[in-house]
């Protein structure tokens, strides 16, 4: 089946959206993504990833400062697709683009909605303790993810994956998804149905600070904590002025006590234990401030038993 498509993403989820479309032979018409950004201690001008897929592959590409460029407009005139795809674009789509195509715009979004719309919905569901989590096929309105499901797949949120390897692991079952049903979504095969207002939540753009972590909060939520901002914003706490990036834990069920305050170190043998409101996490891999990550089984000797990290 040919299928005349625009495809709207960014970052590595996307293209990995993109492969298995590539693999169903459903290659796009055009690709739009965001314009190069600096990066790097540099601050070299780097294209996103979306956009070297492209090129690899020879497609025609556009990428646009605002979704109302002239020219991306025109663009898309001239393609008259059928439909437009969004993986994580990062740009809201306004009307004039949105009624373009025949059979709409539809976009792969990261949670089994109507829970977790907006900007971080995998952070969102890891943080929130979810065992559950999924990807969406939807189609686009003038809302945040509020539009009409066409089809989910649900995926498992296992208790030490963070937040970057569900991100890989739902951008796959993403494009298993987008590349199985979106022929059937253009032949007329799949029913839109609209989702239920009642059980939605919304999810808001993370920035540097959500990665400091409070201790005063139960075990379970500050593990959660961690793994939810790897690898971005990323979990950090101070000692003794210095910052310290907290990378890996777990939740210790038994066999060490409480001790004192949240945020005390215990210190037993090459182990490392964070007291926290109602129990202890055990810190597995740390990143001391302006050097590189280890393992604690190699720098435990290093803290004190009794010293405590704090959010300043």
Known sequence: MTIRYAFMGTPEFATIVLDHLESASLLPSLV??????????????????VALWAKERGIPLIQPTSCRDEALISALI????????????????????LSLPDKGCLNVHASLLPKYRGASPIQ???MAGEKETGVTLMLMDNGIDTGPMLAKESFPI?????????NLALAELGGELTARELPRYVSGELEAVEQ??????????????????DFRKSAR??????????????AYTFLDGKRYKLLRSRVHECGIE????????????????????????????????????????ECAHNFDCGAIFRST
């Open 221 to 234: 939520d500050v593990h959660n904590h961690i793994r939810a901002v790897s690898p971005w914003p990323g």
């Open 78 to 97: 001239e393609l008259r697709p059928d439909v437009i795809v969004t993986a994580s674009f990062g740009q809201y789509l306004p009307d004039v683009i």
């Open 124 to 126: 969102s569901a890891i």
């Open 32 to 49: 739009v993504t965001q314009p190069d950004r600096p990066s790097g201690r540099g601050r070299k001008l780097t294209p996103p990833p």
């Open 258 to 297: 409480q001790c004192g305050e949240p945020g005390e170190i215990i210190v037993r043998g090459d182990r490392m234990f964070i007291s926290c409101v109602d129990g202890v996490i055990e810190l597995l891999d740390i990143q001391p401030q302006s050097r590189t990550a280890m393992r604690v089984s």
């Open 196 to 213: 239920d207002e009642s059980m939605a939540t919304e999810t808001k753009r993370l920035r540097k600070c959500d990665g400091c972590v």
């Open 158 to 166: 296992d208790d030490e994956i963070d937040a970057g390897a569900l």
